[in-house]
């Protein structure tokens, strides 16, 4: 959704079945209707928000706003500020759920890919 902190809000992530052979719509009602499940996923969310977290470092900050830049000017109507910040959220809880309790690149260029293919899917929904 837009217009909504990502850490604290909804966000739209339409799924996407990994293989052929899955029945999409079996699934998806399956997930809506277990509350249980759905409700492990908030609590996993919220427990990885509550950990602490190192600062990013300089290198790593540098990297961040030049593929910020990059995708701006690739894009200058769709990348802002919020743009960014729900990719780093998305770094970060990636990163935690990973183990890592401070950005990694690989924690950065996976979130930038997740997030990438996120909206490829909203758009051609």
């Known amino acids: 959704s837009s217009g909504i902190n990502a ?4 966000v739209t992530v339409p799924l996407k079945a990994m293989e052929d052979s899955v029945d999409y719509e079996d699934v998806m009602r399956d997930l809506q209707n277990n509350q ?11 427990v990885l928000r509550m950990i602490r977290y190192d600062q990013v ?10 593929d910020f830049v990059a995708e701006r000017k690739a894009n200058p109507k769709d990348v802002t500020g919020e743009t960014l910040h729900r990719s780093l959220v998305i770094a970060r809880l990636y990163g935690l759920s990973r183990g890592h309790i401070k950005l990694e690149i690989e924690d950065w260029n996976s979130a930038k890919t997740l997030e990438r293919d996120r909206i490829s899917r909203i758009s051609s929904s």
């Open 36 to 46: 249980e499940m759905l409700d492990r996923f908030r609590k996993y969310l919220t």
């Open 7 to 10: 850490e604290y809000g909804d």
């Open 57 to 66: 470092s300089e290198e790593i900050q540098k990297k961040i706003e030049e």
